[in-house]
């Protein structure tokens, strides 16, 4: 029977996402002392890299699914890393990087997709400050990519 943190997961009914590997020559999670800080995660779904930019040819909506995606594969990574997300305290920061046309003032409401994702997972620990950024363009024409740093 799952505890804490997994079993929060089968509550929401979330399923983690399997870990695509490394596209450089970097680790997906380093622990420094009480620190794990996490490589940034393109937004995947089941069908692959889920593309596009906000304002263009994907909505917010779209984007803010993208976010919480990534969130998901941070999860993922968290889990293999350290063999259970119970070992987390709190989640301290999260980088969003939006994928959208230029003037595009929404990258917040697209990353909530993240941020309110960890809430729901973690309660008040999974509260963090955050950067919300858009830009024209991102790795593998992806839709969202976030980097996440916890503490464990």
Do not use: W
């Not at 979330?14 to 680790?27: M, S």
């Not at 920061?93 to 939006?98: I, L, P, R």
């Amino acid at each position: 029977m799952a505890s804490g943190i997994e079993a929060r997961l089968g509550e929401l009914g979330i399923v983690l996402p399997p870990l695509p590997a490394p596209g450089g020559n970097y680790v997906p999670a380093k622990t420094v002392g009480s620190m794990v800080y996490l490589s940034g995660v393109i937004s995947i779904g089941p069908e692959g890299i889920i593309t596009g930019a906000v304002g263009a040819e994907r909505t917010m909506e779209e984007g803010y699914a993208a976010a919480r995606a990534c969130a998901l594969l941070h999860l993922a990574v968290l889990k293999r890393h350290l063999g259970s997300l119970d070992a987390v305290k709190s989640v301290v920061s999260v980088n969003g990087y939006v994928n959208a046309v230029a003037g595009f003032a929404g990258s917040p409401e697209v990353i909530n997709g993240a941020s309110d994702l960890l809430v729901q997972v973690f309660g008040e620990a999974g509260r963090h400050v955050r950067a919300a950024l858009g830009l024209s363009g991102l790795p593998r024409n992806a839709l969202v990519e976030t980097q996440m740093t916890v503490e464990i």
